[in-house]
């Protein structure tokens, strides 16, 4: 009896293994370091095109000296400034209003890609 009971639930155990689910789910690809709290990326997250880790380092580069770094990209309020020159970690852009903002790791904002300079890798040995 026993001997029946534990080939039935082997055999209860194969067949549920072979069901698959299927689901229309999309997760933002994150890292396990990042964590966003940006009230407009968890909104727009699906519009956003997400950098490689060979695209994401950046330098600002504003023209009176810094970089504003706002919460919402549609809003006026600045959170924080990064001076020129200084490295920031861009994680993904969008595009809004004709421009190209992106959300900044380390200050947890976004900011204008126009306003931000490629920082190339250094090729030095």
């Not at 994150?30 to 880790?53: G, Q």
């Not at 994401?56 to 006026?76: H, I, L, M, T």
């Not at 852009?93 to 903002?101: A, F, G, K, P, Q």
């Not at 306003?115 to 190339?120: A, G, V, Y």
Request: glycine share 4%.
């Amino acid at each position: 009896m026993i001997r029946r009971t534990f080939v039935l639930l082997a055999v209860c155990f194969l067949l549920i293994s072979t069901i698959t689910a299927h689901a229309d789910l999309i997760v933002p690809p994150r890292e396990p370091h990042i964590v966003v709290s940006n009230d407009f990326y968890m909104k727009a997250w699906a519009r956003c095109t997400y950098l490689n880790k060979h695209d994401q380092r950046y330098c600002a580069n504003g023209e009176g000296g810094f970089v504003s770094v706002k919460e919402d990209p549609r809003s006026e309020d600045e959170i924080a400034i990064i001076k020129n020159n200084e490295e920031c970690i861009v994680i993904c852009t969008i595009s809004l209003r004709d421009s190209i903002w992106g959300l900044v790791k380390d200050y947890n904002g976004w900011v204008l890609i126009n306003e931000l300079m490629k920082n190339e890798p250094d090729s030095s040995p």
